[in-house]
């Protein structure tokens, strides 16, 4: 191509000259194939740019949409716990994805689904129900853009850890996290408990000392009778 370029601006061709004489240049399969790309016959840089697309760009797309697909199983069978998991993900995707867009191999809408079936099957659920709930509109079997599902993604997982902490501090609460009286409310309790033992205590002593009166009027009274 840069041959034929330099050729074309030593002839004074024009776009559109150029754009139907460079497959003056190549085999006949390769002429065929040419003159059914967009920009043929008309604009060159149009022709030039998928010329470029069907041969040197071909094998690093086939590469870039196999990493974007190995990306996408494996994030799906895995597991996105917290936001910084979700970030992490969408970083990886957005730095293939965002190529393959800009590259024309992939869609908007494409690259939003994609996105949408790397997400773990909970999450996915978790993100629809909060979806439905805020928006009349939405079906569970729509595909959300790309920045929606991120925020309800954010939110969810933000109110899931909310109660993963609220829940473990319940159960240490009631395991170790009990407070500890203060010395007032000890020394009353100790103070509670001696009274009540000594109640018990002195109930106890005065029963005994009935007890040992009684025996010694009996004893008196056997020796009278004597």
Request: aromatic residues 8%; charged residues 45%; hydrophobic residues 30%.
């Amino acid at each position: 191509m840069e041959e034929f370029e330099e050729l074309a601006k030593r002839c004074r061709l024009t776009t559109r000259e150029k754009a139907k004489v460079v497959v003056k240049y190549v085999d006949r399969e390769t002429r065929k194939f040419w003159t059914r790309l967009e920009g043929y016959g008309d604009n060159y840089a149009r022709l030039k740019k998928k010329i470029m697309g069907a041969y040197s760009k071909n094998l690093e797309d086939e590469l870039t949409m196999a990493e974007l697909i190995k990306l996408i199983k494996k994030s799906a069978k895995g597991t996105i716990e917290d936001e910084e998991d979700l970030g992490t993900y969408y970083r990886k995707f957005r730095n293939i994805a965002a190529d393959l867009v800009e590259e024309e191999i992939i869609n908007k809408r494409q690259h939003d689904k994609y996105f949408w079936k790397g997400l773990p099957c909970e999450l996915c659920y978790a993100i629809c129900d909060h979806l439905e709930a805020r928006d009349p509109d939405f079906e569970c079997n729509q595909v959300p853009k790309v920045e929606i599902a991120m925020k309800a993604g954010y939110f969810v997982l933000r109110k899931a850890a909310a109660r993963r902490r609220w829940g473990g501090m319940s159960k240490k609460g009631k395991k170790g996290w009990r407070e500890k009286p203060s010395d007032e409310e000890s020394s009353e309790d100790e103070k509670s408990e001696d009274e009540v033992i000594g109640v018990e205590t002195e109930t106890e002593s005065d029963s005994e000392e009935d007890e040992r009166k009684m025996k010694r009027s009996g004893k008196k009274e056997e020796e009278e009778a004597r």
